[in-house]
T-cell receptor, first 116, second 111 residues
């Protein structure tokens, strides 16, 4: 398996523009997680899905952020409009629930977002 | 909000020495996991310890968990330059798959 795939790897945009980050989880995994990593706040969970259904979006910072998972092999995280404080590395991770309780998460390589 | 807090924030050692990193957390957990992150990469799972376990080994890694003190430690024995990375603890609570990560310990192993 290729692992979790994220695109783009780097994104530079201007304030006010819409940004869409994409993720393909590992085939067969039940859970998908979106995280944001910054020096100041560390790694924060934004939202996670189980079988394509959002379970907990309490980490989504504000209405400018939205996430979707239209099928088991694809998810998007959208920021509209983007602001300089959204600059961070965004990670997608997936896990296999049927492997037992308390499962390890597999992370993608991340998308480094810079908002000017 | 952060659940786990790693200590120290940064650690520099010589190749061959042992490295110990600590993690403290605040609330009850059902499992604690350690992850490694190489510069510019995603996190990689190292080891998971359940709340009813006290110690676990995996190769050169040894993890301990003390639920009474709400703390865990990760020991890397006979360190190598390739172990240079940031190490994060993550705690799981309740029946959720959700993990809460600490801010990490940056380990540098000098050849």
């Amino acid at each position: 398996d290729a692992g979790v795939i994220q695109s783009p790897r780097h994104e530079v945009t201007e304030m006010g523009q819409e940004v869409t980050l994409r993720c393909k989880p590992i085939s067969g995994h039940d859970y998908l997680f979106w995280y944001r990593q910054t020096m100041m706040r560390g790694l924060e969970l934004l939202i996670y899905f189980n079988n394509n259904v959002p379970i907990d979006d309490s980490g989504m910072p504000e209405d400018r952020f939205s996430a979707k998972m239209p099928n088991a092999s694809f998810s998007t995280l959208k920021i509209q409009p983007s602001e300089p404080r959204d600059s961070a590395v965004y990670f997608c991770a997936s896990s296999l629930a049927s492997g037992g309780p308390y499962n390890e998460q597999f992370f993608g390589p991340g998308t480094r977002l810079t908002v000017l | 909000s952060q659940q786990g807090e790693e200590d120290p924030q940064a650690l520099s050692i010589q190749e061959g020495e042992n490295a110990t990193m600590n993690c403290s957390y605040k609330t009850s957990i059902n499992n604690l996991q350690w992850y490694r992150q190489n510069s510019g990469r995603g996190l990689v799972h190292l080891i998971l310890i359940r709340s009813n376990e006290r110690e676990k080994h995996s190769g050169r890694l040894r993890v301990t968990l003390d639920t009474s003190k709400k703390s865990s430690s990760l020991l890397i024995t006979a360190s190598r330059a390739a172990d240079t990375a940031s190490y994060f603890c993550a705690t799981g609570e309740g029946g959720s798959e959700k993990l809460v990560f600490g801010k990490g310990t940056k380990l540098t192993v000098n050849p």
